[in-house]
């Protein structure tokens, strides 16, 4: 009895208990329950096509069943070749972007709102655009591509598997460029001018400070950055679906569009919701290992 | 999350149906395409049955035109145990499925009478020796030929490659032939068509796989190259539904195009369609070992098992597939009756747009897609594997070999191998 704390203070951790619960409460029933009840569905059988199986329970059934398709190994890797391919690409376009929007004196307002114009535009409507930009015969990149002699004649963007993946990634680069941008001007701000004035006084030359200044200073809202696009692009779905819609074959299905297919198509429950759970795992463990390794570094250098 | 939603209201509002206040009159729903002609049909049918019973109220239940989510939500409702639609206008290919499920009713009890029906729309409405459906309308896969460009239709697959690579290389047309070669069910109604004039198939009468046999490599084989050596077929046509290839006919770019028949009335448009008054049809030519062949598609009427009012809605099946409602939805959405003995009748020649000699022609090469509950999985294995091969992904041989593995596997999971425990 002693041991514990005294009685006001109690009653002051209860007090804020109950204030705290109608929140917890909710973020109880919208955020996790939803998991739960998913992480619960796949470890059922549950066809509704095949009401006769019944809905037994089989444990890691569903788990190993994915271990052993094909599709879903593929699924995985497109996946994680997307985002390891598109990601790094809107880094680099998006600090070059965020360095030029950050020098303009005129116009920044101006500048800066019509940058964002992409990250604006619905996904669905961006993805239709470059998917009419790159059909065959009617498109205009792909009837450029043609003039310049890059493609054969009867060339079809969507008919070859490496080149149906050129239309999602232009159109990913294209459309969160400029979030990332926004979100790297942001961090140019903080930097203190004086620190690029005296690297002038001291004669280095312009690449010299950037390289040696501004980039060390802007690591943490690259991290950031990263890791938003990265979560991003390792759920990716509405892209693939509406420009190819996973084909030629499965040659562009990424995980999420897989599952969709199992769950709604199927209609297997049981085993789409075990393929939903693995793009939860996917984008939970690399936020884990994202955050532990990077941001504690990051905090740690800085104090 | 959304099934569930809907699942709970499509419960509530069978809640509120079984417990609302009586009445007198006696409620049947029907559910079903309801859209342009079609759903002109349906209320003026729906309409005169009401007419002739008094004391019956005919409800139409709109559900989605497209194929995939009005499947979905008839599963949901059926899972769902709920009794309205009494009636289901359902897909061939969805017939196993919801038969095996237990959630339409046999009709055999009922004696219809099914002599008239065409054989392969009749097998497509059997699961397991009953009667599920009764035949509404069947759609055929058509070969579309030009009369500008030919004197006669392909008598065999050798001629049709003949003509197609000789006019192309004429510079007559742009394309030899167009088909439906997305990844979608369009492709394996063309796959199938292939497959019968090889003398193959995807299952056998035990419900065997028979996907792999040298009969259907053969048959892969051929539309490969049609796509990839002869280049008769467009590349770009891998990515094409029903219209994209009818445009492409349409503007005069091809000589032959395999589509449905919605496609006829439309290329007879002159102001839109250069071909107008310059196309026929025929069946898809049979080539070494096989039979000439039209994929079988259309729906059916059949009766939901939890109907509360199971004779009274039989009625109504039976009313509409009279022939005299036939005729009239010939008439005015241009759908073939199931019925034979209407194709010696003058009476259809005149409602529909195609000549009779033509239709009757390809309706005797009609063949139905494989009679399982699992059709849809089957047939979304076979559209990856076959759009792999078209698009240089994987040999056609290894590409039905892994097909049918997986078919295998999926019908041992679903308990319905020949070789395993019945189902």
Known sequence: MNRGPAPIERDETRLAWLLVAPALGIILLVALAPIAVTG?????????????????????????????????????????????????????LGLALAVMMHSVVRGRAFIRVSALLPWAIPTVVAALLWRFMFEARTGIL????????????????????????????????????????????????????????????????????????????????????????????????????????????????????????????????????????TVFLLTFVFALVWVRALGRSLTGDRS | MRGVLTLGLVVAAGYALACGPRDTTTRLTFSGSALGPEGDVVRRQLARFAERRPGVRVELQVTPDSADQRHQLYVQWLNARAQAPDILQLDVIWMSEFAAAGWILPLDAFKPGVEDFLP?????????????????????????????????????????????????????????????????????????????????????????????????????????????????????????????VRFAFQNGDAVFMRNWPYAWTLLQDESRSRVARRVAVAPFPAGEGGRPAAALGGAQLAINARSANPALAFELVSFLTAPEQMVERARLAAQLPPRRSLYETAELAAALPIPLDQVRQVLEAAVPRPATPVYSELSEILQVRIHRALTGQQLPAAALQDAAREMRALLARAGLSPEGPAQ
């Open chain 2, 120 to 244: 392969a729309a009749l097998a497509a409405a059997r699961w397991k020796g009953a009667l599920y459906g009764i035949p509404w309308f069947v759609d055929v896969g058509l070969l579309y030929w030009r009369t500008d460009l030919l004197d006669r239709a392909p008598r065999s697959l050798v001629e049709l490659r003949e003509m197609a690579l000789r006019l192309r290389e004429a510079n007559a047309t742009r394309f030899g032939m167009v088909w439906t070669g997305a990844r979608y069910e369009g492709l394996v109604t063309v796959f199938l068509e292939h497959l019968a004039a090889f003398g193959g198939g995807i299952l056998d009468p035990s419900g065997r796989v028979i996907v792999d046999d040298p009969a259907a490599i053969r048959a892969l084989d051929f539309m490969a190259n049609a796509v990839n050596v002869d280049r008769v077929v467009p590349p770009a046509a891998l990515t094409w539904q029903e219209e994209q």
């Open chain 1, 40 to 92: 619960w569905e796949s470890l059922h059988v549950h066809d509704l096509r095949l009401p006769w199986l019944g809905t037994p329970f089989i444990g890691a059934g569903n788990f190993v069943e994915a271990a052993g398709d094909p599709r879903f190994g593929a699924a995985l890797l497109h996946t994680v070749a997307f985002a390891l391919i598109s990601v790094p690409l809107e880094l680099v």
């Open chain 1, 142 to 277: 792909a009837g450029w591509f043609q003039a310049l002699g890059l493609v054969g004649p009867a060339f079809d963007w969507f008919v070859h598997p490496l080149a149906a993946w050129v239309p999602i990634i232009a159109a990913d680069v294209w459309k969160t460029t400029p979030f990332v941008a926004i979100l790297l001007l942001a961090g140019l701000e903080t930097i203190d001018p004086a620190l690029g004035e005296a690297a002038q006084v001291d004669g280095a030359k312009p690449a010299r400070a950037f390289l040696t200044i501004t980039l060390p200073l802007l690591t943490p809202a690259l991290v950031v950055a990263a890791a938003f696009r990265m979560l991003d692009a390792l759920r990716l779905f509405d892209l693939a679906y509406v420009i190819t819609g996973g084909g030629p074959g499965t040659a562009t299905e990424p995980l999420s569009l897989y599952a969709f297919i199992a769950l709604m198509q199927r209609l297997r429950f049981g085993y789409g919701s075990a393929l939903s759970v």
